[in-house]
């Protein structure tokens, strides 16, 4: 299940092994919420290679800003808490599942 990252736990939810997906995303936002289910399954059925940290941008504005995050849904991809890669906007399931084997 899905780590939700506040401004003062977000860095120490990026200390994963695994690949880390920070979702950015926001209430209000239409693609934010047809991402998230995806995002949801997608790391329950790969959950010994991938971990889910969502950011909401209202609440967490300071993660955002440090990542200058302009357009939502954002997803980072981090390994040994580096950014490895970026997509903005929402995806179908195929293409969210390649991205991710893409940085595995």
């Known amino acids: 299940m899905a780590k939700i990252a506040t ?3 977000f860095n120490d939810l990026l200390q994963d092994s695994r690949l880390v997906i920070v979702d950015f995303w926001a209430t ?41 995050i302009m357009n939502i849904p954002t997803l980072l991809f981090f390994k040994n808490g580096q950014i490895v890669d970026k997509t903005v906007g929402a995806m179908p399931k195929t293409a969210l599942v390649q991205r991710i084997n893409a940085n595995l």
């Open 28 to 68: 209000w936002c239409g693609p934010c919420r047809m991402l998230s289910p995806l995002l949801d399954e997608v790391e329950e059925e790969m959950s010994d290679k991938i971990v889910v940290v969502k950011v909401n941008v209202d609440d967490a504005d300071e993660v955002a800003a440090q990542f200058r």
């Open 7 to 9: 401004n003062t736990t």
